[in-house]
């Protein structure tokens, strides 16, 4: 396999390369903690979301807080993985 074929698609957006950068250094974070780091609007992030956790790179908690719904993302196993071979890939891609 050469070094591009390693370059995942699924990443290849911006707003997915933030998301999953985010998530590989937190836990859980939660969609206005999210959408206010990367500077996206509501639509644009439960687009990406959706695609990344129907991909099982992502798990998506909601529940209510209060009266009030929460919605948080979690990085999965896989999606660990799979994004850490990315980031890997563009690493090789920039050695001389």
């Given at each position: 396999m050469s070094i591009i074929d390693a370059i995942n698609k699924d990443f290849e957006s911006r707003v997915r390369l933030g998301m999953l950068s985010?998530?590989?250094v937190?836990?859980?974070v939660d969609f206005t903690e999210m959408k206010a780091?990367?500077?996206i609007t509501d639509g644009n992030l439960a687009s990406h979301a959706?695609?990344?956790e129907k991909k099982e790179y992502l798990e998506v908690k909601k529940e209510f807080v209060g009266?009030?719904?929460k919605t948080s993302y979690r990085i999965t196993?896989?999606?660990r993985f799979q994004f850490t071979q990315h980031l890997n890939a563009l690493e090789k891609l920039m050695r001389p």
């Open positions: 985010v998530l590989l937190n836990e859980w780091l990367l500077s959706a695609a990344l009266k009030k719904p196993e896989l999606g």
